[in-house]
């Protein structure tokens, strides 16, 4: 039992057939940084010198490769690790099969956010960077001890240029609430 606890949340439950999409890693292919997916023989390299994998037991490149080789859509989009990879291409450098690892990461985080899967956290952080053009909001706390400890102010965000630059990204336009059926 305290085995199962340890496994990420994908490999949890057994793989059903109805949560298999076959055609996803065709799909996946045609998009620009996925071209190579099905070139991962699932050697490990790209996990064994993550610098993220070295820290925790749950990221996994080659598992969610393989989990979109076997068509994983939705267990896939839906993972938390999936917002682990730090983008340092370390993966994508030393895959022996020229597999552009963190490319194909980022595709599946593109669909994620298409999908609307995507972690609390980035949400509060991406809602910070329309709001007040910083990734974090700046606690008063800290504006009034820079104050007092004589520094100068921090320079004003610039929200309406970020705004500006993110308008038709579907992760910060406002979702349409499709309206419920009335029951007869």
Not at 158 to 165: A, H, I
Request: charged residues 25%; proline residues 8%.
């Amino acid at each position: 039992m305290a085995e199962q606890a340890a496994k990420p949340s994908s490999q949890k439950e057994p793989i059903k057939a109805s949560e298999l999409d076959p055609k996803w890693k065709y799909e996946l292919q045609k998009l620009h940084g996925a071209e190579g997916l099905m070139r991962c023989f699932q050697c490990g390299t790209c996990t064994s010198d993550c610098p993220v994998a070295r820290f925790t037991d749950n990221y996994r490149p080659r598992t969610l490769i393989h989990m979109a080789q076997l068509g994983l859509k939705d267990r896939v989009l839906k993972s938390d690790t999936l917002w682990l990879c730090s983008a340092c291409f370390t993966c994508t450098d030393r895959c022996p099969q020229d597999v552009e690892v963190a490319s194909v990461i980022r595709v599946f985080r593109n669909q994620a956010a298409e999908s609307g899967c995507v972690p609390q956290v980035f949400r509060d952080q991406a809602q910070s960077l329309i709001e007040t053009g910083y990734a974090f909001k700046i606690p008063e706390l800290r504006l009034k001890k820079r104050e007092s400890q004589g520094l100068p102010p921090l320079p004003k965000g610039n929200p309406e240029s970020v705004r500006k630059v993110l308008k038709g990204v579907k992760f910060f336009e406002p979702k349409q609430e499709p309206i419920p059926n009335e029951q007869q």
